[in-house]
């Protein structure tokens, strides 16, 4: 799914690119409205995510090892705003404060240290995600050609979740760091500017809360020790209006 949505994005640009080239003869739309020192605009979108569960290889008491993996992206819904900051011609510092909506699953398989052979089927733990994130990006774009200008951008931000529950096996922590990378077209229409966008993001942080008192001394506990790090990804396709 990621790299499908990657390369159909980026196969729209690509043909937008050239028809725009190609176009000599088109009217310019909103021919002044990037030399603007501020704009706002509202954003709607998909995300998809989940979680690198990197094992711990820690032997439990009945001689099994716990592998935790991504039973796969999850798809969301993502709601947001902009404020873009115009610095130089080709560059501009956008902060996205955005909701993110969706669930993550986890799937863990008991493997026996004599036999190495899989115990039974995987469990799996789903994870709730509400997400408020807080990215700080740069935006670097193309000469406009037309009535379309691809971009590339950059940056990081704080992630808050919204949706810690303590009942769950598997409790993240309230708080990421969130690096993002991706690119994009703006679309100048009559009355607005239209952007699909494309990113990727990677939390730097460990989300495992591994003080979880509701499991300490339950069944449950094994799936906590056999993580030794949880990091977040995300892929999210939105559409800016500006």
Known sequence: MLKKLSLLLLLSLIVLHTTAQSDRG????????????FHFGFILGLNYSDYTATPSNIVDTNQQIWYPASKGLSPGFTVGMLVDLRLFEYLNLR?????????????????????????????????????????????YSAERVGNYRPY??????????????????????????????GFGC????????????????????????RNHPNMQGTSNQKFID????????MLVL?????
């Open 152 to 181: 590339l951008l950059a940056g990081a931000g704080p992630t808050i979740n919204l949706a810690r529950s303590k009942a769950d096996p598997i409790l993240v922590k309230p708080f990421d760091v969130q690096a993002y990378i």
């Open 26 to 37: 088109v009217v310019r739309n909103l021919q002044n409205v990037d030399l603007e020192p």
């Open 226 to 233: 056999a993580i030794s790090r949880l990091s977040s990804r």
């Open 238 to 242: 939105t559409f800016n209006f500006e």
């Open 95 to 139: 902060f996205t404060p955005t909701l993110g909506l969706g669930q993550r699953d986890l799937s863990f398989s008991a493997f026996s240290t004599t036999t190495d052979e899989r115990i039974g089927n995987p469990t799996i733990i789903s994870i709730k995600s509400t997400t408020v994130d807080l990215p700080l990006l740069i935006k």
């Open 186 to 209: 703006d679309m100048y229409l009559e009355y607005f500017k239209l952007c699909p966008e494309l990113k990727f993001g990677f939390g730097l942080l460990d989300s495992l809360e």
